[in-house]
C-alpha cells in the first residue's frame, strides 16, 4: 500500500495522512469503524490464546522437571 502522492509506504492503515507528505489518503486505505472493532477483538483473542499457550507449556516443562 503506497501513498497515491508521494508513493511512499503507508504502513499504518488507521491513519488518514500520509506520514511523508501529509496527503489525505483515499478512504479505501482506512478502516471502517467496524472494521476496526473486529480487528481489535481478534488481536485481542490472539493475545489471550498466546498466554494460555505458554501456561501450558509451562506446565509441561514442569511435568517434565519432576518425571
Ligand atoms: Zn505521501
Known amino acids: 500500500m503506497n501513498c497515491p502522492a508521494c508513493d511512499a509506504v503507508v504502513y499504518s492503515r488507521r491513519s488518514e495522512k500520509c506520514g511523508v507528505c501529509g496527503e489525505a489518503l483515499p478512504s479505501e486505505f482506512l478502516f471502517t469503524e467496524e472494521q476496526r ?4 477483538s481478534e488481536i485481542e483473542s490472539m493475545e ?3 498466554h494460555e ?3 501450558k507449556m509451562d506446565a509441561i516443562s514442569d511435568h517434565d522437571r519432576f518425571a
Open 37 to 40: 472493532a473486529i480487528i481489535e
Open 48 to 50: 489471550r490464546s498466546h
Open 53 to 55: 499457550f505458554e501456561a
